[in-house]
Each structure stands twice: as C-alpha cells, then as structure tokens.
C-alpha cells in the first residue's frame, strides 16, 4: 500500500468516491507472529508463579534424618517459589472528528433531510475505525518493547546515538520488555530478581553483519542448555539488525542464498524473526509464543479489551462524533533466567 494518499477524481470532487484509501499502517507484529501471551481479566493484579526443584538426590538410608534432608545453599531438597506480576495500568484512545469534513469524498453518503438527523454512515464508520484500530495496534507493538511507567525522564536507561528512546512519547504507562531486562539485570532486591537474572550476552552497537552474527554466535553459547530444543526459542530482532545480517550472509563466498533472493529466516536453526517494534543494536533468544509456555506475557484488564470502541455524538447539540477506548495493559517476563540478550541499551550511570 502506498504512504502517499492521492484523490483521483476526474474533476467531480469526489462524487464517486467510495472507497477511502489509508496512510500505511505499521500493525503489531508483536501479536501478528504470536509472541506474547495474553491474560485477560485481571483488574487488578496477576501473579505469574514459577516453581523450581533443587538436588533431591542423597545417600541411601533406611531412616533418613533431618540432617540430610535440610536444604541447601543452592535450593537442596526444597521446592522454590518465586513470583513476578502483571500490574495492568489505565490508558486511552480518543478522537473527535466532525463527519461534514469528509462530505466531499462520500457522495454516497450524504443523506437528504435536515443536517441535525444526519448520522454517521456505517461504510464511513468502518474506515475511519480500520485506521483508529491500526494506529492502536502501532503503538502497542512498539509500548510492549520501548514503554517505561513514568516516561524516559525516569527510564535510567543510556540509549544509543540516534536510537528509540525508552518511555519517548507516550509511551509512559507501563514498563515494557527493555525496561524489564535492564532493570533485572541490575538488581539486588528478591522481587526484581525473581526467576533468576537475564543473561546479557554482550552490550555493543550493532553497526555491521559481521557484528550481527558474531553477536548471536555469543548468544547462542550462553544459551541454557535446557530450552535449546524448545521449539518456540526465537531469535527477535529490529529490522535494521536483520537488514546488516542479510547482506552480509548474501556477500559470503558461500551464500545461503543468491544475492538478489531473501536468506532464510533461521540461526542454529531456530527462527530469526524482524520485528518493528525491537529498538536499535537489540538481539534477543528466548521462548516466545502466544501459549502459556511463553517467556513474555501481557496482562490486560477484559479478554476484548483492546477491541471495545464506542463511537457517539460529543454532545447532543454538537455536530463531531468521538472515538473512544478505555484499557490497561502490562507486560513482563516469566523467567528471566532463560533469556538472552544483547543490547547496546545499558543502566545509565
């Protein structure tokens, strides 16, 4: 679809028109590839739970003592809990339009009778909600991976020259997926903490394929051996990283593909997938889908919230309509020990 919208009219200013062409929409791709699962129904507060089991194995001994069952510095002989939550916080789209702007390109459209009883027709509702919808989804797919609660003045991130800021924008209600990492990786308390620490693997600009590939080899060797035949572990990336990569694997002597083909969407076998939304000079491996096995979760308040609009008159003695979404929305990572990442988005000093 092209980003330049032209009318063409044949000089009847739009009598015939009856099809509204959209600006490109970036979507999310985030939900499009199926790689966060969602929890609906949480108005307030989700825990995400996770148990693990330390060494249970011991001498044999007809009667056990508690000597050997105590636990251990490294969770001997005990089941650990550790907890991380879902805390969805409130946030809205809204948007007043006045229909009588659009007359001229819905001919169709235009009712006869009194301009007070004329209502928004259901085709031009459909349009206009489309691109209202899509714009909702672009800044989520983004928010999921760049959002910090409070903005980027409180982020304590460094971001690198030139690249997305984390929490820029409005992108300030809840803490997204970097946010999440960096302060895991960096944290001394039990709840930040819980699940273990995110393993960064290397925290250097991504600026040539070689970088790129060299930087996913260091990934894949700190990658814990137990989720390394998981069939949902991904590599994720921003399309600018992906972009450095395919080039350079085109250029080899030895090339997974012809140079004007597209290379394969895979490392060590497992899926490389470019998403807008990822930041700059970010790589990241883990477990990712839309199923509850999934490394990342979003939390969201009703299962459709993120699809109820209302759409009305301002007011009664007012021409504008309004549209209007009304949600909360959070993410986080399950386990944080069984991700791998490398970011040049660092703790800033």
Same mark, same amino acid.
């Given at each position: 679809m092209s980003d330049t919208v032209t009318f063409l009219q044949n000089g009847y200013?739009? @009598?015939?028109? @009856?099809? =509204? =062409?959209? $600006?490109?929409?970036?979507?999310?791709?985030?939900?499009? @590839?199926? #790689? &966060?699962?969602?929890?609906?129904?949480?108005?307030?507060? $989700?825990? #995400? *739970?996770? &148990?693990k089991l330390g060494d249970i194995i011991q001498d044999n001994n007809p009667v056990p003592t508690s000597a050997l069952g105590a636990k251990g510095p490294q969770g001997e002989n +005990?089941?650990? =809990?550790?907890?991380?939550?879902? &805390? *969805?916080?409130?946030?809205?789209?809204? #948007?007043e339009f006045n229909p009588r702007d659009y007359e001229k390109y819905w001919k169709f459209a235009q009712p006869e009778g009194n301009l007070v009883f004329r209502e928004l027709d259901p085709k031009i509702q459909a349009v206009m909600l489309r691109l209202l919808i899509e714009k909702k989804n672009e800044y989520i797919g983004n928010a999921i991976w760049t959002?910090?609660? %409070? %903005?980027?003045a409180v982020s304590g991130i460094a971001v690198p020259?030139?690249?997305?800021? &984390?929490?820029?924008?409005? @992108?300030?209600y809840f803490d997204g997926f970097i946010k999440r990492v960096t302060d895991n990786a960096n944290a001394t308390d039990a709840e930040t903490i819980a699940g273990g620490q995110v393993i960064i693997s290397g925290n250097t600009e991504l600026t040539t394929g070689q970088e790129t590939e060299d930087a996913m080899y260091t990934m894949w060797k700190k990658c814990p051996k137990q989720i390394?035949?998981?069939? +949902? #572990?991904v590599f994720l990336c921003s399309w600018d990283v992906w972009d450095m990569y395919d080039? $350079?694997?085109?250029?080899?002597?030895?090339?997974?593909? +012809?140079?004007?083909? =597209?290379?394969? $969407?895979?490392?060590?076998g497992k899926k490389v997938i470019p998403l807008v939304g990822v930041p700059e000079h970010t790589i990241i491996l883990g477990q990712f889908s839309n199923s509850m096995d999934s490394n990342f979760w979003m939390g969201i308040d009703y299962a459709n919230d993120t699809e109820v609009l209302k759409i009305d008159r301002l007011q009664s003695n007012s021409e504008l309509f309004f549209f209007q979404m009304r949600m909360k929305m959070d993410v986080n990572i399950v386990r944080p020990a069984e991700i791998v990442v490398h970011t040049a988005y660092k703790k800033a000093p």
């Amino acid at each position: 679809m092209s980003d330049t919208v032209t009318f063409l009219q044949n000089g009847y200013n739009g @009598e015939v028109l @009856e099809d =509204l =062409l959209t $600006y490109t929409a970036q979507g999310n791709d985030t939900f499009r @590839e199926g #790689l &966060i699962h969602i929890k609906s129904g949480i108005q307030y507060k $989700y825990t #995400l *739970p996770a &148990i693990k089991l330390g060494d249970i194995i011991q001498d044999n001994n007809p009667v056990p003592t508690s000597a050997l069952g105590a636990k251990g510095p490294q969770g001997e002989n +005990e089941y650990q =809990l550790t907890a991380r939550h879902l &805390i *969805p916080q409130d946030f809205m789209v809204y #948007l007043e339009f006045n229909p009588r702007d659009y007359e001229k390109y819905w001919k169709f459209a235009q009712p006869e009778g009194n301009l007070v009883f004329r209502e928004l027709d259901p085709k031009i509702q459909a349009v206009m909600l489309r691109l209202l919808i899509e714009k909702k989804n672009e800044y989520i797919g983004n928010a999921i991976w760049t959002s910090c609660k %409070g %903005g980027d003045a409180v982020s304590g991130i460094a971001v690198p020259g030139g690249a997305t800021p &984390i929490g820029g924008g409005k @992108e300030k209600y809840f803490d997204g997926f970097i946010k999440r990492v960096t302060d895991n990786a960096n944290a001394t308390d039990a709840e930040t903490i819980a699940g273990g620490q995110v393993i960064i693997s290397g925290n250097t600009e991504l600026t040539t394929g070689q970088e790129t590939e060299d930087a996913m080899y260091t990934m894949w060797k700190k990658c814990p051996k137990q989720i390394r035949k998981k069939t +949902e #572990l991904v590599f994720l990336c921003s399309w600018d990283v992906w972009d450095m990569y395919d080039q $350079y694997v085109s250029n080899k002597t030895v090339k997974y593909a +012809e140079n004007g083909d =597209l290379n394969r $969407y895979r490392f060590k076998g497992k899926k490389v997938i470019p998403l807008v939304g990822v930041p700059e000079h970010t790589i990241i491996l883990g477990q990712f889908s839309n199923s509850m096995d999934s490394n990342f979760w979003m939390g969201i308040d009703y299962a459709n919230d993120t699809e109820v609009l209302k759409i009305d008159r301002l007011q009664s003695n007012s021409e504008l309509f309004f549209f209007q979404m009304r949600m909360k929305m959070d993410v986080n990572i399950v386990r944080p020990a069984e991700i791998v990442v490398h970011t040049a988005y660092k703790k800033a000093p």
